[in-house]
């Protein structure tokens, strides 16, 4: 494994190892730029096997990031999987060897706009690169070469994460045995896209932004992030759990007020929602991340044939969907699954009952952990894995 | 009918009768304040006949106003429900008497934060009482009074004008004969209170929105109502009706550009109707109705049992929704059609077939026009309406 190197002063206070990458052979994204040398942040939990072979690459969503397990040395709450990454938890730490970097574009160490260019000195901003969902797959198998890691068992992830497992699973099939991709979507729709202009928008109305600069200028815009966070979480619950959460109950008072104050527990919340996420995430990640999204769809580049994705895929596929999710509904997986049947791929299905909405995957959903546990308990006999 | 009075100059722009109210007996709010006089700005079709017993009430939406067909003075395009309203259609100009009025807080020449309070000879701003559903009803009985209207024909709106439908009917069933709500709810869900906070959230996040008092510093938080608009636009339509008007069609582009210009169609009109909402909405404005809209919830005064608002009514209601209305569904509509049924109401129940989402009230629905139609004549005849 690389050690901090020059380029990763800024993230020294982040706990963890830092890849650094593209050095001989830089990063070719999409939109034409190559990126190199570049730093990349990870985490591992468990033991890789000498036959290098149990690896699992696990893929975050939009607002994820590296730390699955334990405490999260930003935000100090638990990892975003602690409750499916561990000793005998579906992804067990005692038999696969777990690896999660933070995406290119991302703020959490790896680079992205809030990040040195070497260049100038001074941080990306806008000069960033704008990224694919291909490019941040690129840059996840750079981190494997510098692992050492050939093929991994499983590649897995929830939304954005399973946009990456599709692109991963299409592009590159010699290198992953199994692949999960969970409440995820082929291509970004117009509603989804909809959404994340509303939030861009927000971000880029904040003066605070100051054209992406703000870096330079000491300030944040997060009143307009906050916004964006705010009509963004709510795209990811449903009706149905806001309802069982919060209903029309009153905060903390016995009638409303007869203002704009946060009556409502539901006002409250996601207010919350807001001005936390603001302490955590940078503005202009959320810009390119969300972008990098939108232009996902794995079929255009297939004459519009998504099973043209995955002609003669080797790849052992379980596609799984939440019965609540809008966001990434159960139709988009069905058009995946009906694409891998087309080409005759080895894939499961499963539709999870849950109320729970598109976070359904970040959240307590035993039959989903269970059905996760047999796909990979399943795909590690027939592969033979031996435990370290 | 009044004419303009002085309270009315800075809307004597705007064509129209105005009428003031509460001169005599002052509009009492739910929030305890008193008002009047004040002003409201309305709109007829039609003539009221000699019995006075052909009048249609219409109830405008949140972002609605009184010019219901022909051009509207403000935007120049067609009034919102002019395939509805004139003669021959659905509600028809050559039968009855329809009249539209803007709400009160509204900003198309009704008292609202945007018009100047008397006592200060300044814009209420803030200082304007927050306001509910039925204080907007209560304001029109008060118009319908100046009118000498004991008993309208019928109220009929969508969405917040079909809120005021039900608290109209619920309240006033003296006053009305038959009632159309479509595709409105008895109270709002968590998860609509979550959106209008959001774009609240934006409006106020907006520096130009200057603590509610823009207006005396000659600014208008354009950016904070645009991006308010763009994010509760998208919940007016349906994700099939966006992917059928724009799917990930680009915008007068062969590819994508890798930046955060409008790559996408859908992109380009979000961000016009955005920036067009602007042109003719006072954010103060949005701010208020947003509010009224929360806090509706026709039950909460009948110890949560919705039926009991409709105890004994006489009144004939045809309940109207649409199948691809999330913000509005239909669930929400067979609640107050259990709770009509449960008071042994006389109740009409029509679902429409429709991929256009909740704005289908507001589009080229012939299935809707007809029922309604149909609904309009029926009740005509069991009154023993005259033309006049």
Redesign the interface.
Same mark, same amino acid.
């Given at each position: 494994m690389s050690q901090p190197t020059s380029l990763a002063t800024r993230n020294q206070a982040l706990p963890g190892p830092f890849a650094e990458l593209g050095r001989e052979r830089r990063l070719r994204l999409?939109?034409?730029v190559e990126l190199g040398p570049f730093t990349m942040a990870y985490q591992t939990y468990g033991r890789l096997n000498e036959a290098r072979s149990n690896a699992i690459l696990v893929c975050h969503a939009l607002t994820g990031d590296q730390y699955l397990t334990g405490e999260n040395p930003v935000t100090h709450k638990e990892g975003w999987w602690h409750e499916v990454v561990g000793p005998g938890l579906p992804l067990d730490t005692e038999r696969y060897f777990v690896i999660c970097a933070n995406v290119i574009g991302g703020c959490m160490g790896t680079i992205g706009p809030k990040e040195i260019n070497p260049q100038s000195g001074k941080p990306w901003g806008?000069g960033f690169?704008?990224i694919t969902v291909a490019d941040m797959v690129r840059a996840q198998l750079l981190l494997l070469d510098s692992l050492g890691i050939e093929k991994v068992f499983c590649v897995i992830g929830g939304s954005m994460g399973g946009m990456q497992v599709l692109d991963f699973a299409s592009r590159h099939p010699e290198r992953v045995f199994a692949a999960v991709p969970v409440a995820a979507a082929a291509?970004?729709?117009?509603?989804n896209?909809?959404?994340h202009?509303?939030g *861009?928008?927000?971000i880029?109305? #904040?003066?605070d932004w100051c054209g992406g600069d703000y870096y330079a200028h000491g300030k944040v815009p997060s009143?307009?992030l906050?916004?964006a966070r705010?009509?963004a979480h709510?795209t990811y619950?449903s009706?149905a759990a806001?309802?069982r959460?919060?209903?029309?109950r009153l905060q903390d008072r016995e009638a409303?007020t007869?203002?704009?104050d946060?009556?409502?527990e539901?006002?409250s919340y996601?207010?919350y929602q807001?001005s936390s996420f603001v302490e955590r995430f940078d503005a202009n990640s959320y810009?390119y991340i969300t *972008?990098a999204m939108?232009?996902f #769809?794995l079929a255009?580049e297939h004459d519009g044939v998504l099973a043209k994705a995955f002609t003669n895929t080797p790849v052992r596929f379980c596609v799984m969907s939440f019965t609540s999710d809008?966001l990434f509904?159960t139709s988009e997986s069905r058009e995946v699954v009906r694409a891998l049947n087309g080409v005759a791929a080895d894939v499961s299905f499963v539709e999870i009952e849950s109320d729970k909405g598109h976070d359904a995957f970040l959240l307590d959903e035993p039959e989903f952990w269970s059905t996760l546990s047999g796909f990979l308990t399943g795909s590690a006999e027939i592969l033979g894995l031996r435990t370290p």
């Amino acid at each position: 494994m690389s050690q901090p190197t020059s380029l990763a002063t800024r993230n020294q206070a982040l706990p963890g190892p830092f890849a650094e990458l593209g050095r001989e052979r830089r990063l070719r994204l999409d939109c034409g730029v190559e990126l190199g040398p570049f730093t990349m942040a990870y985490q591992t939990y468990g033991r890789l096997n000498e036959a290098r072979s149990n690896a699992i690459l696990v893929c975050h969503a939009l607002t994820g990031d590296q730390y699955l397990t334990g405490e999260n040395p930003v935000t100090h709450k638990e990892g975003w999987w602690h409750e499916v990454v561990g000793p005998g938890l579906p992804l067990d730490t005692e038999r696969y060897f777990v690896i999660c970097a933070n995406v290119i574009g991302g703020c959490m160490g790896t680079i992205g706009p809030k990040e040195i260019n070497p260049q100038s000195g001074k941080p990306w901003g806008l000069g960033f690169p704008v990224i694919t969902v291909a490019d941040m797959v690129r840059a996840q198998l750079l981190l494997l070469d510098s692992l050492g890691i050939e093929k991994v068992f499983c590649v897995i992830g929830g939304s954005m994460g399973g946009m990456q497992v599709l692109d991963f699973a299409s592009r590159h099939p010699e290198r992953v045995f199994a692949a999960v991709p969970v409440a995820a979507a082929a291509r970004h729709t117009a509603q989804n896209i909809a959404f994340h202009e509303v939030g *861009r928008q927000a971000i880029m109305a #904040d003066p605070d932004w100051c054209g992406g600069d703000y870096y330079a200028h000491g300030k944040v815009p997060s009143r307009g992030l906050a916004v964006a966070r705010m009509a963004a979480h709510i795209t990811y619950l449903s009706e149905a759990a806001l309802h069982r959460k919060f209903g029309r109950r009153l905060q903390d008072r016995e009638a409303v007020t007869y203002g704009f104050d946060a009556d409502f527990e539901v006002e409250s919340y996601l207010r919350y929602q807001g001005s936390s996420f603001v302490e955590r995430f940078d503005a202009n990640s959320y810009l390119y991340i969300t *972008r990098a999204m939108d232009y996902f #769809d794995l079929a255009a580049e297939h004459d519009g044939v998504l099973a043209k994705a995955f002609t003669n895929t080797p790849v052992r596929f379980c596609v799984m969907s939440f019965t609540s999710d809008w966001l990434f509904p159960t139709s988009e997986s069905r058009e995946v699954v009906r694409a891998l049947n087309g080409v005759a791929a080895d894939v499961s299905f499963v539709e999870i009952e849950s109320d729970k909405g598109h976070d359904a995957f970040l959240l307590d959903e035993p039959e989903f952990w269970s059905t996760l546990s047999g796909f990979l308990t399943g795909s590690a006999e027939i592969l033979g894995l031996r435990t370290p």
